[in-house]
């Protein structure tokens, strides 16, 4: 009941709700990275959601479009700005996402959704991250976000899967505020952002 009718609702409630409250925090940060980025304070990327099916999530754009004399972005480190660095470890720039959890895309909690190209990439039992919809925050952000591997990422996504419930996702809620205040796991170690995933 709570997995296929009650979660649904509680994500819309709360999207919706949290859109109003935080619209002072969402203008501010629009502005900032709007002077930051060249008029650009949001991006969209194609990911992969419940099933597979892709979809076209919104963030705000914390790097710079930066390219070297090849034509080839920078790395992610000299690309972020002073704001959108702030952003990220604020984990502001998740917020614009509430729009795709309003639009059914995402749900609040759930297994962060990734690339598309690493959707082959997967083993069969990576791939039932794919069996409910991916989240704001989720299992593996709670227990390491970025700083712990791609394998032990997957392994706390599927474990979601197999024991979601109200319980649970209050429970990461909770463990997320903490997170957010303490600013743990936001990088890889040695990397700005995350190492991409290559395969097992």
């Not at 709570?2 to 859109?19: C, Q, W």
């Not at 790097?63 to 972005?73: F, H, R, S, Y």
């Given at each position: 009941?709570?997995?296929?009718?009650?979660?649904?609702?509680?994500?819309?409630?709360?999207?919706?709700?949290?859109?109003?409250?935080?619209?002072p925090v969402f203008l501010i940060v629009t502005l900032g990275l709007?002077?930051?980025?060249?008029?650009?304070?949001?991006?969209?990327?194609?990911?992969?959601?419940?099933?597979?099916?892709?979809?076209?999530?919104?963030?705000?754009?914390?790097?710079?479009?930066?390219?070297?004399?090849?034509?080839?972005?920078?790395?992610?480190?000299?690309?972020?700005?002073?704001?959108?660095?702030?952003?990220?470890?604020?984990?502001?720039?998740?917020?614009?996402?509430?729009?795709?959890?309003?639009?059914?895309?995402?749900?609040?909690?759930?297994?962060?959704?990734?690339?598309?190209?690493?959707?082959?990439?997967?083993?069969?039992?990576?791939?039932?991250?794919?069996?409910?919809?991916?989240?704001?925050?989720?299992?593996?952000?709670?227990?390491?976000?970025?700083?712990?591997?791609?394998?032990?990422?997957?392994?706390?996504?599927?474990?979601?899967?197999?024991?979601?419930?109200?319980?649970?996702?209050?429970?990461?809620l909770m463990m997320t505020v903490q997170k957010i205040f303490k600013?743990?796991?936001?990088?890889?170690?040695?990397?700005?952002?995350?190492?991409?995933?290559?395969?097992?």
């Open positions: 009941m709570y997995r296929n009718y009650i979660k649904r609702n509680i994500d819309f409630v709360t999207a919706l709700v949290g859109l109003v409250v935080l619209s709007a002077m930051a980025n060249s008029g650009k304070p949001f991006f969209f990327q194609r990911r992969p959601g419940k099933g597979g099916r892709i979809f076209s999530i919104v963030k705000f754009k914390t790097m710079t479009d930066g390219k070297d004399a090849e034509g080839n972005l920078l790395p992610d480190a000299d690309r972020l700005t002073s704001i959108g660095t702030f952003v990220r470890k604020t984990s502001l720039d998740e917020i614009p996402q509430l729009i795709n959890v309003l639009k059914g895309d995402m749900s609040l909690i759930g297994p962060r959704p990734l690339l598309p190209e690493y959707l082959p990439l997967y083993s069969s039992q990576q791939a039932r991250r794919h069996e409910v919809k991916p989240g704001i925050t989720g299992w593996a952000q709670v227990n390491g976000r970025n700083a712990i591997s791609w394998e032990d990422k997957f392994k706390l996504d599927v474990w979601y899967v197999d024991h979601l419930s109200f319980g649970l996702d209050l429970k990461i600013s743990e796991g936001i990088s890889a170690d040695g990397q700005a952002t995350a190492e991409r995933f290559k395969g097992t």
